[in-house]
């Protein structure tokens, strides 16, 4: 590694310090990104404006992701928000080595076997988007409006176990958010504890 | 599928945990509290968390099956550890072995020569690189005697335990907060210099957990500011935790919370 590149790679580690220092709010713009997804394909959270906008923080091995898959709920609130227009943004942040991991191929056989329906799943094995967002668990869900205001960031809903049998009596904090937030009424529960594993960044 | 048969492990016997119910007393007696314990003893590098864990895990929760007559007190919760496992968060848990404490109010017709059936379904999450949910059913049984008498084994762990718990502010001393911008300025008056200290809330979304407490000792104890967290939407009147302190003592605290002054 020559001077330049050391000095470009300093200067890339500062920016990922400084983006990691701000703070997402809730009410403040939401972070703009860049990101590839499973299928090599560039999303920007900017293509995205006019729309809702859901990021779901995500590792198919930790046993909090497994309970919403496995009991079908994470692909039902997929399916049924995404039918009424809102981007739903998988984003895996597991580095590489680390649980959660998975090649662009072998996440979209993961989409096909549990039949989950994202808009697209955002590969984030650097970190990056999860740091800017300050992800903490998986899952870790965000709600984006269409004028990319922060409206919601928590737990995806009231009961922060990983036992499948406690869905049925959760209340959903992301379909909350989204239903207050289109009918134009403030989002009651904003900003809760997301509960789950903690997401595998590399540092 | 192999996720499926993963998830099934939940039921199985926990891989990483040795749990068990622990008595301090080899006998109880009728209408005297009976001091329980549950023990966790871990593998290597592996942890379970506190009552608040932090950003991620999941506390132990314990469901009780106890005789008719026989009541339980509140789990007791040691003072945690912190756990950083990232720059976005920090846990509070326990490596290697722990007791909860729990006290049972055994009653009046509890009769010599019986004995106390204890038995619990306990959950909980343990962690290393990864996370998984261990489930175990406990059971003891104590017999009832005339008096009381200390289980020699298993009395020193309850001992050593003790001096874990967190204890109420000793008398004189008080702890204040005063709440600004971006900060929760939290102090603490003793009547002598603290150079260090630990804070652990009991209520998740207060604090911004991974953040450095910084600690700014006073002639009287110490000021310590402690990040807000994003979280926080709305002023808090008080701040619940437990503060550790050189030597390791720890306390519980109630700070109220002053709002500064714009």
């Known amino acids: ?104 191929t072998q996440e ?46 928590g737990a995806i809903d009231d009961h922060p176990t990983s036992d499948q049998g406690d869905i049925a009596s959760s209340k959903n904090y992301v379909s909350t958010a989204l239903q207050q937030a289109m009918s134009g009424k403030p989002v009651t529960d904003a900003a809760t504890r997301p509960y789950g594993c903690s997401v595998k960044y590399r540092d | 599928m192999l996720a499926l048969a993963v998830a099934s492990a939940a039921q199985a016997p926990p891989q990483h945990a040795r749990v068990e119910l ?60 912190r756990m950083q496992p990232s720059a976005e968060l920090a846990d509070f848990g326990y490596h290697d072995d722990v007791l909860l404490p729990i006290a049972l109010h055994t009653g009046k017709s509890t009769s010599p020569g019986s004995s106390i059936d204890i038995s619990a379904d306990a959950r909980w999450l343990i962690c290393r690189e990864v996370c998984i949910p261990e489930r175990a059913q406990l059971h003891l049984a104590v017999p009832v005697a005339a008096t009381a008498k200390l289980n020699p084994q298993s009395a020193p762990m309850f001992a050593r335990t003790e001096k874990l718990l967190p204890q109420p502010l000793p008398r004189g001393w008080k702890a204040w907060v005063q709440s600004g911008k971006e900060d929760f300025k939290l102090t603490l008056a003793t009547g002598k210099t603290i150079t260090a200290a630990q804070f652990f809330p009991l209520d998740p979304g207060q604090i911004d957990n991974p953040s450095p407490q910084k600690v700014h000792p006073t002639v009287t104890g110490f000021t310590m500011s402690l990040k807000k967290s994003d979280l926080l939407l709305k002023p808090i009147t008080v701040l619940r935790g437990v503060l550790v302190v050189p030597g390791g003592a720890a306390y519980r605290i109630e700070a109220p919370v002053r709002q500064s002054v714009q």
């Open chain 2, 22 to 81: 622990l008595s301090r007393q080899e006998a109880a007696s009728a209408g005297t509290d009976l001091e329980l314990g549950v023990h966790f003893a871990l593998d290597p590098g592996w942890h379970i968390y506190w009552v608040n864990p932090g950003d991620s895990g999941q506390p132990p929760v314990l469901k009780w099956q106890l005789p008719v007559g026989v009541t339980a007190g509140a789990l007791e919760w040691p003072r945690p550890e």
């Open chain 1, 108 to 153: 979209n056989d993961y989409l096909k076997t549990m039949n989950a329906a994202p808009t697209a799943v955002l590969m984030d094995p650097g970190g990056s988007l999860g740091h800017l967002y300050s992800a903490k668990t998986t899952p870790h869900m965000f709600v984006i409006d269409p004028n990319g205001t922060l409206v919601y960031q």
């Open chain 1, 1 to 104: 590694m020559n001077n330049f590149h050391r000095s470009v790679l300093r200067l890339l580690v500062m920016l990922a310090l400084v983006a990691s220092a701000f703070a997402v709010k809730i009410g403040d713009p939401a972070p703009g990104f860049t990101a590839v997804d499973s299928n090599g394909k560039q999303q920007r959270l900017s293509d995205y404006k006019g729309k809702f906008v859901v990021l779901e923080w995500h590792n198919q091995g930790c046993p909090y992701t497994k309970k919403h898959y496995e009991s079908g709920n994470m692909q039902r609130l997929q399916k049924g928000w995404t039918a009424k227009g809102v981007v739903w943004l998988t984003v895996i942040s597991s580095a590489p080595g680390t649980q959660g991991f998975v090649t662009p």
